[in-house]
């Protein structure tokens, strides 16, 4: 009777913890512009320059990239993989690089994590983030460096790019398939 009551118990607890969280799930970077960032030119600017791209560093750390960064990090360190192989595990988050002083990286801000984790992306991007259009979002105000990096990893993992716009000082989170449909 008591391994019945304790089994119970137990069960409750697995449905309350699972309850309190929302589901999260991670979808496969956009393949489309992993292939159109494979086969650009670097003696020219990408198409995806102003945008931020991630990837995973140790030490839980996480770099904010550029396209031009994804290149010397594939020279320098992944030369092994084809580059269109390394840009699908990078952005993938499924290798860890080296980040050095040559990357700007940043941890998780906690805060933002925890919404995340709770939340689920929908709660989290209407907490964060103001509606443009169904695939552009804007970055809410008073929000500070940290939480804004570790706002647009969590959306890059869900295909959205971040930019910053110089012109209305604001920065946006765009949809990668609504950015491949009007380039």
């Known amino acids: 009777m008591l ?7 137990i069960g409750l607890l697995i449905i309350s913890v699972s309850c309190n969280t929302k589901e999260n799930k991670i ?3 956009n ?6 960032i494979s086969k650009e030119d670097f003696n020219y600017p990408s198409t995806f320059t102003p945008f931020l791209f991630f990837g995973k560093c140790e030490s839980n750390k996480v770099a ?8 010397m990090i594939h020279e320098l360190q992944y030369r092994d993989l084809e580059f269109v192989d390394f840009l699908n595990q990078i952005l993938n988050q499924s290798i860890i690089i080296n980040c050095s ?3 700007y990286f940043f941890y998780i801000d906690s805060r933002v994590n925890d919404v995340y984790r709770k939340e689920g992306f929908v709660d989290f991007s209407k907490q964060f983030c103001d509606v443009i259009d169904p695939n552009t979002l804007m970055l809410k105000k ?13 959306f890059f993992r869900h295909n959205y ?5 110089d012109k209305t000082g604001r920065y946006y989170l765009r949809n990668t398939s609504y950015i491949i449909n009007n380039n």
């Open 3 to 9: 391994k019945i009551k304790l089994q119970l118990v």
């Open 27 to 29: 979808e496969k970077f």
């Open 31 to 36: 393949p489309k512009i992993i292939d159109i």
């Open 64 to 71: 904010i990239l550029h396209v031009q960064e994804l290149k």
């Open 101 to 103: 002083e040559k990357f």
């Open 142 to 154: 008073n929000i500070t460096k940290n939480q804004r990096n570790s706002i647009f990893y969590f």
């Open 161 to 165: 790019l971040s930019y910053f716009d």
